[in-house]
């Protein structure tokens, strides 16, 4: 038997291939402003970033949510947006209008970005990862992330959150080689930081490709799926018997070809994606995670109780790990995800 087969912790034997019943569970931003308590600790630590950046109060951020639902894993509490940060790329928070940074439009802009400092600019965040993995309980995983290269990129160049990220994808289209020496910056610092994450105590990786969607096919294989196998091999080289998680959100049929091409041993869904493709199409592959709408987490009841049924009866009978197809919004009462919680651990397949 491998070591990973004998783990006790549930969501690792999922994602080494078992069909683990109930399926272990855990929501994407789980810690967040729905939680009365990390609304106090966010105001304690001051911005959002200090709270990414004070190893004590990240971690008791972490711990919040498991607290109350028993989740079967626990994701280090920081932000994909630390990457361009520690390169050099001050990001900023602001209240209500989501992450500043100051856009790179040209070559003279990344030039300025520097991996000399990157280590020791994400020390607390490695320190976070060291403290969860000895306060976490003795059956609960640790995932560490990061966003794919792609993903983190859309912000770098954009400047801010965007819809459909025009100056991104003009530099894609037209300026490819200065894309493509941001993007391979990306992939080296990307890889850098997840084997140290590993190397502090993270279980599991999962990378958020939030933007995946926005690419047609060719520039999904060369943007999305390419450089996320580049991440997994290195890991799978560099730290064997770690597995990664993909999310390639709104990717619809391309999810098949991202599963078979980067090697990813599960892959999260969003909730557009028919759970009957995801049995018959992704299970057979690797470990499929996901995909109740998080808005069902706020319109709770009724409503809740068959979207979750729907999903546990589809992908339940396989490899699976029961998940949001998103991230927890903030008008979630936290007695819907108490309520999810419950009937999760009561499925008996
Ligand atoms: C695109 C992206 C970001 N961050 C992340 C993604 C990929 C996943 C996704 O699509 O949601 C990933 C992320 N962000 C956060 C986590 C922590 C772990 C978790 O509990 O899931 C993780 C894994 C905390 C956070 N990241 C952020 C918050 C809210 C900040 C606050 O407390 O004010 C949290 C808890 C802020 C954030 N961070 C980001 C944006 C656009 C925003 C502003 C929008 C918003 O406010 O929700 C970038």
Wanted: aromatic residues 8%; proline residues 8%; glycine residues 10%.
């Amino acid at each position: 038997m491998s070591p990973v087969s004998q783990t006790s912790k549930p969501f690792l034997r999922a994602l080494a291939g078992e069909t683990v019943t109930p399926p272990p569970f855990w929501l994407m931003r789980q810690a967040g402003r729905y939680l009365p308590e990390y609304r106090a600790t966010r105001t304690q630590a001051g911005s959002f970033l200090d709270l990414c950046y004070t190893p004590d109060l990240a971690v008791e951020v972490t711990l919040q949510p498991l607290r109350r639902y028993g989740f079967d894993a626990a994701i280090l509490f920081s932000d994909i947006l630390v990457v361009p940060d520690a390169l050099g790329q001050k990001v900023a928070f602001k209240e209500g209008e989501g992450p500043v940074l100051p856009a790179i439009r040209s070559a003279a802009d990344l030039d300025r970005l520097d991996l000399a400092g990157f280590h020791q600019h994400l020390a607390p965040v490695y320190a976070t990862v060291a403290g969860l993995a000895k306060a976490i309980p003795a059956t609960t995983a640790l995932i560490g992330f990061s966003g794919a290269p792609w993903t983190v990129a859309t912000y770098m160049i954009e400047g801010s959150g965007s819809k459909d990220f025009p100056n991104a994808k003009g530099m894609m289209f037209s300026q490819p080689e200065l894309f493509g020496r941001l993007m391979d910056l990306l992939v080296r610092a990307t890889g850098d930081y997840l084997i140290r994450q590993i190397d502090n105590g993270a279980e599991a990786i999962q990378i958020f490709d939030t933007w995946a969607g926005a690419l047609p096919e060719e520039e999904f294989a060369k943007w999305v799926i390419a450089p996320t196998r580049t991440l997994v091999e290195r890991i799978r080289a560099e730290r064997p018997g770690i597995p990664v998680i993909g999310f390639p959100r709104g990717a619809g049929v391309l999810y098949k070809k991202y599963v078979q091409e980067t090697g990813v041993d599960g892959v999260s869904i969003d909730s557009s994606v028919p759970l009957a493709w995801a049995a018959a199409e992704l299970q057979p592959h690797c470990t499929v995670q996901g995909n109740l709408d998080p808005l069902l987490l706020v319109a709770g009841g009724e409503a809740l109780d068959a979207g979750i049924d729907r999903v546990l009866n589809t992908l339940g009978k396989g490899r699976f790990i029961f998940n949001l197809g998103h991230g927890i919004v903030p008008p979630t009462p936290p007695e819907n995800v108490a309520r999810l919680a419950e009937r999760v651990k009561n499925w008996k397949g």
